[in-house]
């Protein structure tokens, strides 16, 4: 008969050790990344209600077109992107900051600013609704956007 012991790690006071925790940050990305990607942009890209975000591909050149939430506040309109420089639209944001936005049905043209160093915790409490509850929830990297609108009919 096997005989076994039982071994014990200094981690085992932890939850998870921290390979455990990357490996798990990253299943996240993937599953929530999947689920934007084939069901929540599709379903959004034929809804006129909802907020989009349109970038220009970094590699490409083409529109592309990505269901955001967030807040317009005077002049500007803020988002916190779930997956920060992981997102795809971060990175077209990082090769032309140019985007345009629908806002209510309108779009809007604007300049896109990363904003690293701001507190994403504080922004989403102020930005409030639905939407901060699942970028806090499925976010993995998050990351503050600040997109400065350019005056209606330029």
């Known amino acids: 008969m096997a005989e076994f012991r039982q071994v014990s790690h200094a981690s085992d006071s932890y939850p998870m050790e921290r390979h455990d925790m990357v490996d798990i940050k990253s299943l996240k990305f993937?599953?929530?990344?999947?689920g934007q990607r084939f069901v929540v942009n599709p379903l959004a890209?034929?809804?006129s209600n909802l907020t989009m975000l349109e970038t220009t591909g970094r590699k490409s050149g083409l529109p592309?077109?990505?269901?955001?939430?967030g807040r317009?506040?005077?002049?500007?309109?803020?988002?916190v992107s779930e997956h920060g420089y992981r997102s795809d639209y971060v990175r077209n944001i990082q090769a032309d900051p140019h985007v345009r936005?629908?806002?209510r049905g309108q779009w809007?043209?604007?300049t896109a600013t990363l904003l690293p160093?701001?507190?994403?915790?504080?922004?989403?409490?102020?930005?409030g609704g639905l939407n901060s509850v699942g970028v806090r929830v499925a976010g993995t990297d998050l990351l503050t956007i600040r997109i400065d609108l350019d005056p209606?009919?330029?």
């Open 45 to 47: 890209r034929r809804s």
């Open 152 to 154: 209606v009919g330029s």
């Open 30 to 34: 993937r599953l929530v990344r999947t």
């Open 72 to 79: 317009r506040q005077g002049d500007s309109f803020w988002l």
């Open 64 to 69: 592309r077109l990505t269901a955001i939430g």
């Open 117 to 127: 160093d701001d507190d994403t915790a504080k922004r989403l409490d102020l930005l």
């Open 108 to 110: 809007r043209s604007g």
């Open 101 to 103: 936005l629908r806002l």
